[in-house]
């Protein structure tokens, strides 16, 4: 299987693979490098990126992005809300996480966030298997860093049920990190900070990391989630929509198409701006008829996204702050994703840090690369150089229990806010029987959203009364792993016993003699001794094992429904090629190869095919077409057949003229 990496974004989604010769970048069913994060439903199949976006002004309400937006969210979480604006379908609630109700298959149906992605990540495997033409099953998938457990979850979910399998997660700003270190060298003494900025389509990531030869350690991380290209769009859009309404007397907020195709031309403007002073925006017939157009330069612009600019140099702030650097001690400034190639944006950040900017990576493929490269470093087949890297945690962690009688603890911070992920802390309680741990994130205030603040629940068995009847000291080690995931590692027993230990004694020699007739030196120590591992069941935010199963089941089932929709669709181009092709050639190259009452014949039965494609035929099944292409070729076949015979015939005689 190939080492895959992938960038979700929330506008484009970018895979990279990790083959002996290096890291590429795939490229889609339409030669793109970068595929629109795009799911939508007909009335036979689904749409799913760029055949999503091909359909999506036609199909507003059955057409959904913002899927790593709403994915491990409640109906009811503010942000859910706030996406409201970016998601034309109805948002639902389907068994406490968020859905949207869609037409498929002539049926309204809903579909959990999680499914949606699910289904996203199943066609992008679809696109990187028949790119790389090996099976695709262990991918690293990049996820913002202010991602919680509950919404790193959901995607790992999403994976399997695409039967993909997550071998880990990477947050977006340290895999571009990865991607500038792991190809670099950083001679002793020669150890560099560098800021990553990444501004997407819907949010902006900051991380300040340390590089060292062979290793990179993120000292801070901060976000914007309500910072990226479209909100840009939706500020420019507001104003064309008020101006419009002035203007011209129509309210595109009243036509979700207009506002849609007025949308699309300003996110066209946007970009042209960061080349051009001035962009001119022209929809035709955008509503009742009316024809719009305006033009804008790169002034009114900045005017009116002001109150975001404005906002630009927080995170820079509040990561700087906390990496404990003084701008002095950043060595440069590496800006990635779609919305730093905005200038003012550009300007700003530059001004903030006092030094040129940098665009060494490659801003919209190095997080997918950087995931192709850690996906290698977990592949037993590929071989690629070590590479250290340390991310940061963003939420402080606190696990809690039950107290005993004497204990007066019952909840302890473990993770705090700036831990180095992964990392491990073991607790000591003592128990002597089954027993319960929870974790949540300490100050569910910090947290994007109204996510749950619970994280999981542990139930550890196993545990009884020493001969002496006393509580066992039960070690739990508790774990953030190399995905940010809350976790507890393992739970045993352990006993405090005076044991001898060895004590080292340095050989003269170097060897070890085991002849020596001198009995191995030691003296008692009071140490730790572990006794009986028990048994975890794990409780977290993630779904079922046999929920998980049906949508597998579900997911594999709608593939099956697409690609019988694909090969009917096939079948009928085929046939009607057939019906053209035949057509011509009746009376041109097999002319002389059939009478005319068969010919006539036969151009009968093609003009009733014909007639069948544009009636009834419209829309028959898989079988009917090849049956029709069957019934065609009965009569055209023997034809066809005859005229290959006499060709092979004339070919044999003027080989027998040159052999004489
Ligand atoms: P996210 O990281 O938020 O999940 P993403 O990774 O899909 O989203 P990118 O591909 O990095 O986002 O960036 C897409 C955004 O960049 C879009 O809003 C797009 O309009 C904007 N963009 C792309 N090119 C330009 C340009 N030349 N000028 C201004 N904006 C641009
Ligand atoms: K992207
Ligand atoms: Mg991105």
Redesign the pocket.
Known sequence: SGSVGI????????VAVARNRGIDVIVNEVSNR?TP?LVAFGPKNRFIGESAKTQEITNLKNTIGSL??IVGRSLSDPEVQYEKQFIAGELVDISGTVGVKVWYQGEQTAFTATQLLAMYLSKIKAITQAEIDMPVTDVVLAV?GWYTDTQRRALIDAGHIASLNPVRLVN?TTAAAISYGVFRTFPEGQAKNVLFV????????VSVVAFKQGELKVLASAYDIHF???E??HALTEFFAKQFKEKYKIDVHENLKAYSRVLTQT?RL??????NATAPLNVESVMNDVDVSSVLNRTELEELVKPLLDRLVVPLETAIKESKLSLEEIDCVEL???????PAIKDTISKFVGKPLSFTLN??EA?ARGCAFVCASHSPTLRVRPYKFEDVNQYSVTFQWEPVEGEDLSELEVFPHGNVVPSTKIITLFRDDTFDIEARYTFPDTLPGAVNPWIGKWTIKGAKPTEKGDAPAVKIRLRTDHSGLVTIDSAYTAVEEIVDEPVEESNKEGVESKESSQPPKSRPVKKWVRKDTLAIIHGTTALDQSVKQGLIEKENQMVEDDKHVADTEDRKNALEEYIYDMRGKIDDRYADFASDEEKSRFRTMLDAAEDWLYDEGEDATKSQYIAKYDELNAVGGVIKGRYFQAEQEKREAEQRKRDE
Request: with cysteine.
């Open positions: 960038d979700i974004g929330n506008a484009n989604t970018v970068s994060s790593k937006r913002p977006e990444d501004i997407g389509h819907s949010s902006y990531n990226g290209g479209r840009f769009d996110e946007k970009k042209i701006l960061s080349a990635i994703g779609g919305c730093t190639r905005v801003q919209d997080i």
